[in-house]
Every structure is written in structure tokens, then in C-alpha cells.
């Protein structure tokens, strides 16, 4: 079973327990991939952190033709739980706008990183 790990910014030197556990994971005999929202502001990083770094997959631009292609990738298999979910991203929050906002933002990064650790064969996500 491989474990995919969502993290905001990865490497990070104020976030050591996250990359303890995820040396503890792989110590354990279990693979693991990387999905980072953001790209480190400081090139700082524990040494142990430097193999994970070089295999972090990053979200890209919104409208980046890997994450269009996710998006039509889920809209063409799995045409009404992509739609059910579009939907719940664009209409569902609305009594608090900020949080209607987050997920207006993050759906297109969330659509394509669920399309990566498929390619991945994660099996299962934390995040």
C-alpha cells in the first residue's frame, strides 16, 4: 500500500515531525509519494528531507494544461461524481463565503492531485 502525503509546503524546517513520520512510514517497508501546495520559500532544509524533496510533485497553475487535463480525465470516467462535487464546491459554502472562496480555490489544485496519486497507485491519503 502506498501513502500519499498532502502537505502545504514540503520541505519545511519548522515542520520536523512530518518528515519524522514519513521516514518512519518508508523505515516501515511502506512507499510513499509527495504533493506539496506550495514551494518552499527558503532552500533550508534538514538533511534528511533532501532525498523526499527532489520527489515532491508540486501543484501547478490553476489553469495549467496538466490540471485541465485532470479535470476532463474525472469529468469523462466519472462524469456525475465530478459534477457532484463541482457543484457542492461552487454552490455548497455559501453561508460562509470565505470558506465557498478556499474551495473554489483549492478544487482545481484537489482535482488534479487526486488524478497524480492515482497515476502514483497511493492507496491511501494523508493529509
Not at 498532502?6 to 504533493?35: D, H, M, N, W, Y
Not at 533550508?44 to 485541465?68: D, N, S
Not at 457542492?88 to 472562496?101: E, H, K, T, V
Request: proline residues 7%.
Amino acid at each position: 500500500m502506498k501513502v500519499a502525503y498532502v502537505l502545504g509546503v514540503f520541505p519545511s524546517v519548522t515542520e520536523t515531525f512530518i518528515l519524522r513520520e514519513i521516514r518512519a512510514v518508508q523505515k516501515a517497508g511502506v512507499p510513499v509519494c509527495l504533493f506539496a501546495l506550495r514551494r518552499p520559500r527558503s532552500s533550508r532544509m534538514h538533511p534528511e528531507a533532501w532525498p523526499l524533496a527532489a520527489t515532491v510533485c508540486y501543484r501547478p497553475w490553476a489553469l495549467a494544461f496538466r490540471v485541465l487535463a485532470s479535470h476532463a480525465y474525472f469529468l469523462w470516467r466519472k462524469p456525475r461524481v465530478y459534477l457532484r462535487l463541482a457543484a457542492r464546491c461552487m454552490f455548497g459554502g455559501w453561508a460562509r463565503p470565505l470558506d465557498a472562496l478556499k474551495l473554489l480555490r483549492n478544487f482545481p489544485a484537489a482535482v488534479y492531485l487526486a488524478r497524480e496519486a492515482g497515476h502514483a497507485h497511493a492507496r491511501h491519503v494523508h493529509a
